[in-house]
């Protein structure tokens, strides 16, 4: 199956070999975006230099680029998904949750490949979508259908795209088809089931369902990780000819589980048949100190590194023929990322979170509010902008996914949609520019601890202070700086603490979280962030508690308001006598 994969892949390459490349580098950079499924902060020994996990191309990444140590991504798969291609936080993006994953992207709702592309670049998307398509967690599913085309990959600006719509579909590296924009050959009819040949005569809404080898009588035949990884090498093979540049956008299912399928695999494999990582647990396998599910676990990671480190080379030497004349990775910014923290399932357990080191000892993980579910690697790397002096470097100012979206809008020199959470990244990697300060970063949460911790409904960070509201509704605030690990949460009976913590909830609700209707649709008109009340007793907003605050509060007396609107000083959604105190406290 692998020789027939690159067979395919190298006879659509054919023009793209056979015409040397003459045009010159576009001005604005190419965009790699590298998406990682549930990759914990410390996996890797780029974030942590005692992790067991051997992560070569990932340093080599960091060590050529700046590492933002301070990411923040949503607690599970769909709504990081929707932070980095909107720019909408949890609490104004309609995505907010996993239960949302059917609706998948609102029709209004812009993508970064909207943006790019309407600035004339070339869009793709290879791996997890998670959005449009049927199917369920673990199954083979043959036939998926389309199931919401208005949110297809293709109708959300990218102009090609290769592998899984739908989320539960891609917790298994055997299934027997993937999606595609690009027509896949006619089946030969010789009863093999090859990568590459149609698995279904006809498209659907422009989309084709291409075999990827795998069959009922022979699970392991081929490994979609692996698929995608090759698929988007030879996009860049493809185009790096061209005076286009171009946005490409590759989402790695790997580590998520299933954790099983990786022992059975074969060698991982380059565009050229080279092998790239070893088949099956490879190092890992019977490692000391280690059992299976930690193994296989260790051994995916690996192998997405190895694919990463094979893609960085791709850039370099797009037609691998040795000779990088014609190398693009100088004005291509790439990316790394993961949408959550690591996740016990599949019989890895809390046990194996602890033992693999996933979270280089932040609290909790997957599903949780706490640092080690939402702080995520992100490594940028662009040789043309990052000078000898400033690669190597971290940098722990706070960022999210959202920012990807104005970031990137900067660098092709088109507008980000009005309104966007997000801050743009590009002074800090240009040092041109003053960097966009980041007022706050807010998240959402609608799922159950899994590691143990107690279950959070939201957050929000603003510099080190860090505000979390518990199921229960209990708070909890931090002070990262000194407790990075979140084991001792600030005593709020404390009334200057506690006055910072309602400053904090205040500014929270006032971003959307917590509420039950879909903020996004009930707020289209939204055109920015929504920074009231962040000065308690500032009822008219001019950034100043003053006698002009208590005409607001004279002039609604008796009103209900949605909390901390208005004059609602204490958020108790009532205009009254006791948001006069909140004013003259303030003043």
């Not at 290769?162 to 917790?171: D, E, P, S, W």
């Not at 809390?350 to 939402?374: C, P, W």
């Not at 509704?473 to 002070?479: A, K, Q």
């Not at 006791?578 to 004013?583: G, H, I, L, R």
């Amino acid at each position: 199956m692998r020789l027939a994969l690159l067979r395919c892949l190298t006879l659509s390459g054919v023009v793209a070999l056979a015409l040397p490349s003459t045009a010159a580098e576009p001005a604005r950079p190419n965009i790699v975006y590298i998406f990682a499924d549930d990759m914990g902060w410390g996996e890797g020994q780029f974030n942590n230099a005692d992790s067991p996990i051997k992560t070569p191309n990932l340093n080599a990444l960091a060590a050529s680029g700046v590492n933002f140590t301070r990411h923040y991504s949503a607690t599970v798969c769909s709504p990081s998904r929707s932070m980095l291609m909107t720019g909408l936080h949890t609490g104004h993006g309609s995505n907010d949750r996993n239960a949302n994953i059917g609706a998948g992207l609102l029709p209004e709702e812009k993508t970064v490949a909207d943006v790019l592309k309407s600035a004339g670049y070339a869009t793709s998307i290879f791996g997890k979508w998670g959005w449009g398509g049927s199917g369920g967690s673990g199954e083979l599913r043959p036939n998926p259908t389309i199931e919401r085309a208005a949110t297809l990959p293709q109708n959300k600006g990218f102009d090609e795209f290769y592998g899984y719509l739908n989320h539960g579909r891609a917790h298994s590296y055997q299934v027997d088809s993937l999606w595609t924009t690009v027509e896949p050959a006619d089946d030969d009819n010789d009863g093999v089931d090859e990568i590459g040949e149609k698995y279904q005569p006809q498209s659907d809404h422009g989309l084709w369902l291409e075999k990827t080898g795998n069959n009922p009588a022979n699970l392991h035949a081929a490994y979609t990780h692996d698929i995608v990884g090759l698929k988007s090498e030879a996009y860049v093979r493809d185009h790096a000819g061209k005076a286009e540049p171009f946005y490409m956008q590759v989402n790695y299912t790997i580590p998520h589980f299933d954790l099983d399928e990786i022992a059975a695999v074969g060698p991982l494999l380059n565009l050229e048949g080279e092998e790239i990582a070893p088949a099956g647990l490879g190092a890992y396998a019977n490692a000391a100190g280690m059992n299976e599910k930690e193994q296989k676990h260790a051994a995916m990671v690996s192998r997405m590194d190895a694919s990463i480190g094979s893609l960085v080379a791709r850039l370099s030497d797009p037609d691998g023929d040795g000779d990088t004349s014609d190398s693009i990775l100088e004005n291509t910014v790439v990316i790394f990322s993961s949408d959550n923290g690591p996740t016990p399932e599949d019989g890895l357990g809390r046990e194996g979170l602890l033992n693999l080191d996933l979270t280089a000892g932040l609290r909790g993980g997957k599903r949780d509010l706490f640092e080690g579910g939402i702080r995520s690697p992100l490594i940028v790397r662009w040789d043309a902008e990052l000078g000898p002096d400033e690669r190597g470097k971290t940098n722990a100012t706070p960022t999210d996914l959202c920012d990807f979206m104005a970031t990137a809008a900067e660098l092709a020199g088109a507008d980000a949609p009005a309104g966007i959470d997000g801050v743009s990244l590009a002074s800090t990697l240009t040092g041109r520019g003053a960097p966009r300060p980041k007022k706050m970063i807010v998240s959402e949460n609608f799922e159950r601890s899994q590691t143990g911790n107690p279950t959070a409904s939201w957050t929000i960070i603003r510099g080190d202070q860090k505000l979390i509201k518990l199921r229960d509704g209990e708070f909890r605030l931090y002070d990262l700086a000194t407790d990075p690990t979140e084991s001792k949460a600030i005593d709020l009976t404390d009334p200057t603490k506690n006055a910072q913590k309602k400053v904090l909830e205040r500014a929270a609700l006032l971003q959307g979280v917590g509420e039950d209707d879909d903020w996004y649709v009930a707020n289209p008109a939204w055109a920015g962030p929504d920074l009231r009340h962040l000065t308690p007793g500032d009822y008219n907003l001019d950034g100043a508690v003053d006698a002009a605050d208590y005409t607001v509060w004279r002039d609604t007396l008796g009103q209900k308001v949605p909390p901390y609107t208005g004059a609602d000083g204490n958020g108790d959604g009532v205009v009254d006598q006791a948001d006069s105190e909140v004013w003259k406290q303030a003043r």
